[in-house]
């Protein structure tokens, strides 16, 4: 039974750095898709950023393409999401999901299996 948990949010100034972190407990996250989501006040989900954790193939949303990293950790136990230059439009809630992949390339899709219970991130103008 995976358990996702999720670290790193915090309240930054516009054009600030944060690093979240995505830790696993039982079961290695080789065998599975893991993504990130984030729900801003009174708008839906949207994906961000995901990894298949094996092929190390990553895949991100339009919105943060340049500004943010997702990236697999050697212990196969966490993934990271690096996010540069932050936005006002990047607050939110950001929740880790995990699903077992079906292929080399995640696709963000909605019916994950997993989820952590979220880490809010603030960016103030």
């Known amino acids: 039974q995976l358990q996702l948990v999720e670290s790193g949010g915090g309240l930054v100034q516009a054009g600030g750095s944060l690093r979240l972190s995505c830790a696993a407990s039982?079961?290695?996250?080789?065998?599975?898709?893991i993504a990130w989501y984030r729900q801003a006040p009174g708008k839906r989900r949207e994906g961000v950023s995901c990894?298949?954790?094996?092929?190390?193939?990553?895949k991100y949303a339009e919105s943060v393409m340049g500004r943010f990293r997702i990236s697999r950790e050697n212990a196969r136990r966490t993934v990271s999401l690096q996010m540069d230059n932050l936005r006002p439009e990047d607050t939110g809630v950001y929740y880790c999901?995990?699903?077992?992949?079906?292929?080399?390339?995640?696709?963000?899709?909605?019916?994950?299996?997993?989820w952590g219970k979220g880490t809010l991130v603030t960016v103030s103008s």
């Open positions: 039982g079961s290695s996250l080789e065998p599975y898709e």
């Open positions: 999901a995990a699903i077992r992949a079906e292929s080399a390339q995640c696709t963000l899709r909605s019916a994950m299996d997993s």
């Open positions: 990894l298949t954790f094996r092929y190390d193939k990553p």
